[in-house]
């Protein structure tokens, strides 16, 4: 299938212009920086000029998973390859995968998009020889992973790597064992070096970010930085992530919030229970997770139809685990999401998000939850289950690192899409499983 869509009209910055035209003499090129900073458009344009000089036939874009390697590299938002190579290129699939075959005049170049965030991910890259790979939001991918793609262009004619990503903490491990192993050039970009971007919503998103030093300087000035009021700065990749739940199931349970602009997020939770000396010891498994944002993908959808994907959501789990639920949680306030359900034949509660709880003039109510919450991960009664799929933890580990607290303590509005429905799903956990062990 020809695709046929098209990138025009699109006006670089000087910075832009020197990165696309720089040569290809570094290992790695790496674009950090803010969000909103035009690193990812230099990037696909690099990209594209490198598929065009390269001998070499096989490629690799990766990202979390699949479709958000097809979303940052292939459509990047009308300015992706799909774009760029217009009427050029065409979808196709073999032995090793999805990709996109791009005719150039130094010859056909094959683009494989793969996911590369989980432990298992080196399967899907197993006995490919590629000339170049492309990472999306490298901090976010399994290390191993990444070591991988580095060996599998060892024979390229022509070896290079680009990368992307928003600056992790100066602690992460991508640092000492990918940026200082291989042959590095960084590039730093701030909103500053966005052409779309006008001086006045600079502005605005500097005295916005002002708030919260970590943000301004993270998020603003494009800094590594300590996480600094992180709030679930304990969750641990190795610790709260699993390939199988533990012991056998006891319940199983939706938890949903509702937006339009804001996000949707609708998780299946399942309980088990591991036999002890003194008991039972009880976990609760985050087993899939269906995530939809208006704002972030700029497409609305009406309440019907998010409820209408829920109930598709709901069916796939059935399929996959063949579990019943229990229960399925809606915050109270979510009172559209809820009644799109019953009109489809689900039955909802309304989910506890902390509104009843008793606590002092100067704290929040969420904070119960919010403690129930970091009690789970610590103890590690809570963990989230590996998975392939559009229905993966993606949107849950972004959020996680990334929910913190403002200069006064309290919890941004922002970024807890996830992180509410999450809380919902803990307190049911916490009163029902933890508190009466």
Partial sequence: MTIKTKASGIAFSDKQKRFIQSDFSYT??????????????????????????????????????????????????????????????????????????????????????????KSNSVGAITGMSLGSVAFGELNLLNLEFVQECFRRTVAAKMRWHYADMNPPSPMHPVIKEVLEVQRTRRTHWTMKDNPV??????????????????????????????????????????????????????????????GQSDATSCSFNVVTRERKENGYQYHLNRMAHYYHSGSETRETKAMSQYAKEIVSFMQWCFKKWEF?????????????????????????????????DVVGKDKMRIEVGIERSKTCISEEFFSILEIDGKYDHYHFLKEVGLYVRDDHGNPVDDNNHSMDEFRYSINYFYKNYVKRG
């Fill in 28 to 117: 790695l090129d790496l674009n950090e920086g803010t969000i909103r900073s035009g690193k990812t458009t230099s990037g696909h344009f690099k990209l594209a000029k490198f598929y065009i000089m390269s001998p070499d036939e096989n490629h690799l874009v990766t990202a979390y998973n699949q479709e958000q390697a097809y979303r940052l590299f292939m459509d990047g938002d009308g300015t992706g390859l799909v774009h760029i190579f217009e009427g050029a290129c065409e979808e196709k699939n073999d032995k090793f995968g999805a990709h996109i075959l791009i005719h150039t005049p130094n010859g056909d170049k094959r683009i494989y998009y793969k996911g590369g965030g």
């Fill in 197 to 258: 971007l006008s001086s006045e919503r600079i502005e605005e998103m500097r005295l916005t970010l002002l708030k919260n030093p970590y943000l301004y300087k993270r998020d603003f000035l494009g800094e590594r930085v300590m996480p600094q009021g992180v709030i679930y700065a304990n969750f641990d990749m190795d610790k709260n992530v699993r390939h199988l739940f533990k012991g056998e199931p006891v319940e199983a349970y939706f938890s949903a919030d509702g």
């Fill in 324 to 356: 019943h639920y229990s229960n399925f949680f809606v915050d109270p306030a979510c009172k559209s999401l809820r009644e799109e359900l019953h009109a489809l034949g689900i039955q909802t509660r309304g989910a506890d998000n902390n509104g009843k």
